[in-house]
């Protein structure tokens, strides 16, 4: 009996963390929420990919370009997963435009994503 309960427990706990890692969303996929929440001025959501101790600067962040800043396109152009999967680096490129200039630009920016009980978010700036 006491063999056959432990043999359950290992079966539903192994399946239980199979299921976790076939749900565990790809960082690609958090990045492309975060930059559609972003381009989109979702900034309530976009929020929901950031580091809690980042959301703060974020906050600031958004201050600064609400009203400003209109990004028009982005594309991922690199992720760089770290040897032990819990980092990640990721260039994204951005066309934008602001309001005082109406000149389109692009930027290529560095972000640093990180892997927190099993979800990628974005630890910092630049946002």
């Known amino acids: 009996m006491g063999i056959s309960l ?12 199979s299921e976790l890692k076939t ?11 975060y930059n559609d929440a972003l381009r989109w001025s979702l900034y309530d959501q976009a929020k929901n990919f ?5 959301q703060t600067e974020f906050d600031e962040f958004i201050k600064g370009i609400k009203g400003k800043l209109n990004i028009i396109d982005y594309a991922i152009v690199s992720i760089e997963l770290s040897p032990e999967g819990m980092l990640l680096q990721c260039r994204v490129r951005r066309s934008f435009y602001t309001v005082s200039s109406m ?3 692009e930027k290529e920016l560095e972000q640093t994503w990180r892997l927190v009980n099993g979800v990628w978010l974005l630890s910092g700036p630049p946002f």
Do not use: G
């Open 103 to 105: 000149r389109q630009e």
């Open 50 to 54: 950031l580091m809690p101790e980042a």
């Open 23 to 33: 749900k565990r969303v790809a960082p690609e996929t958090m990045i492309e929420r």
């Open 6 to 17: 432990v043999l359950i427990l290992c079966f539903f706990s192994c399946q239980k963390e």
